[in-house]
């Protein structure tokens, strides 16, 4: 990390940088925007739907980051023939991608599908399940379109162009309000379907976005995609291009559901101290979550730029990308932290009414400072050694700085200590300042063994 670096290649990694991050970051907040769409328009129905909707989202949501963690993998791939100027090898990539898509989807299909069936074992109250089965139901027929769409989506990314994903998000966010409408009320001859409807309407989304990507991927004539379209002689399975693809993209997707679920096991770990402090935890993990769309869109940027650098086999482009990307990181994070401590009341009165509710949720945002740091250091990190292929090991770090040290300190300190909520996020903080010493630890191991193999 101590690799000097000119002003004019920092200035001209950041640019870049920036012009690929931007896009991503309105892509992210679209496809967040979406539960937050549903959340109010079923909310508006009754407490009931909204509270089936929920439950339903929990489920639903921690499968779809797995299979689109695993499928992003694409882009990594991508990145690195770019760099050894294999053009020609992107559409077989993206074939084989598109393959593995389609299975995945179909499985996601089924699991989905299978989830009510579980309902009750996971403690569903009986008057939820018939709304919240309903709206799995629906949106398991959006599953196979997400899968592919996050294929396309890495195509897009990965050959430098993120703007057609973005302007597609935009467009299914916006289409996605009027198909909750319709099938909620029941207009134009569709059922009634009350907050089961945003399932329906959600799979309706993702079916658009990916014909319309879909399109505009076949019928664009801009060069990147005019060299290496991909639905040309659309090869048979490659068990080799596919096992390359699983084997990178798995522990993607399995650390991203650490992480996700981590984050989603907090309302329960928090729940026993009542609906004060549970709805305090949310209130403050809802404007992180916000935040945290800014170091993982850039972070992917991140996983671009270092798969080139890392197919042209230079090192010292390679490690000036990553001082870039790790000097935004903190200044980011800097900002982030300066704007949650001065505008904390606000943030708070955002999402809810209670006086209450925010006094508790400005106090837990006090931890969201270091929380900022070590998130955003940890997701860059990991974007970067991505885009160096090295996934495995970040898994068992995700997954024994989350789930070995974090949630077991969370529990032990909301429920056996007296430090309330703020418990389970000094326990964040210290799962994720654990995960940014072993990630950076593993990054500087990567640099030494790619210096002694380029030279």
Not at 290 to 299: G, K, R, Y
Request: with cysteine.
């Amino acid at each position: 990390m101590a690799l000097p670096i000119s002003f004019t290649d920092f200035k001209s990694y950041s640019l870049r940088l920036g012009v690929l991050a931007l896009p991503i970051l309105i892509t992210q907040f679209c496809q967040a925007a979406l539960g937050v769409v549903d959340a109010i328009m079923a909310g508006q129905v009754s407490a009931l739907d909204l509270a089936a909707v929920a439950v339903g989202s929990g489920i639903w949501l921690p499968l779809f980051l797995l299979a689109t963690g695993i499928l992003i993998a694409t882009t990594p791939l991508i990145g690195e023939a770019i760099g050894q100027n294999r053009h020609n090898q992107v559409p077989h990539i993206t074939q084989q991608s598109i393959w593995t898509a389609g299975v995945i989807g179909i499985a996601g299909f089924i699991i989905v599908n299978l989830m009510p069936n579980i309902l009750g074992i996971m403690g569903v109250p009986d008057n939820i399940r018939p709304i919240a089965s309903q709206y799995l139901h629906g949106v398991s027929f959006g599953f196979p379109a997400m899968a592919v769409y996050a294929v396309l989506r890495s195509y897009c990314e990965a050959l430098g162009r993120p703007e057609p994903v973005t302007v597609i998000s935009v467009i299914g966010l916006l289409a996605d309000i009027p198909l909750n409408y319709i099938f909620i009320h029941g207009l134009f001859g569709m059922p009634e379907m009350g907050g089961a409807g945003c399932g329906v309407a959600t799979a309706c989304v993702l079916w658009i976005n990916v014909l319309l990507l879909g399109a505009y991927t076949t019928l664009t004539k801009r060069q990147q995609f005019a060299s290496t379209r991909f639905f040309y002689s659309f090869t048979k399975p490659d068990r080799q291009q596919i096992t390359k693809l699983l084997k990178l993209g798995i522990p993607i997707g399995i650390s991203i559901f650490f992480e996700a679920s981590l984050f989603s096991l907090g309302a329960l770990v928090i729940s026993p101290l009542g609906e004060l402090a549970t709805a305090s935890h949310q209130v403050a993990l809802s404007v992180t979550s916000q935040l945290f769309m800014i170091p993982i869109s850039v972070a992917m940027a991140l996983t671009i730029m270092i798969s080139n650098r890392f197919g042209e086999k230079n090192l010292m482009a390679l490690r000036q990308v990553q001082v870039t990307g790790l000097i935004w990181t903190v200044m980011i994070a800097l900002v982030a932290m300066l704007g949650i401590w001065l505008f904390r009341p606000q943030l708070a009165a955002a999402f809810t009414d209670n006086l209450d509710v925010r006094a508790q949720a400005m106090h837990l945002l006090i931890f969201a400072l270091g929380y900022q740091l070590f998130d955003g250091w940890q997701v860059n990190v990991a974007g970067i050694l991505r885009g160096m292929q090295d996934t495995t090991i970040p898994m068992w770090v995700t997954l024994f700085c989350y789930w070995v040290v974090a949630l077991p300190l969370g529990i032990y300190l909301v429920r056996f200590t007296d430090v309330g909520a703020q418990g389970f996020w000094m326990a964040l903080i210290a799962g994720l300042f654990l995960s940014s010493i072993l990630l950076t630890l593993r990054l500087r191991y990567q640099q030494k063994r790619l210096q002694a193999m380029w030279g």
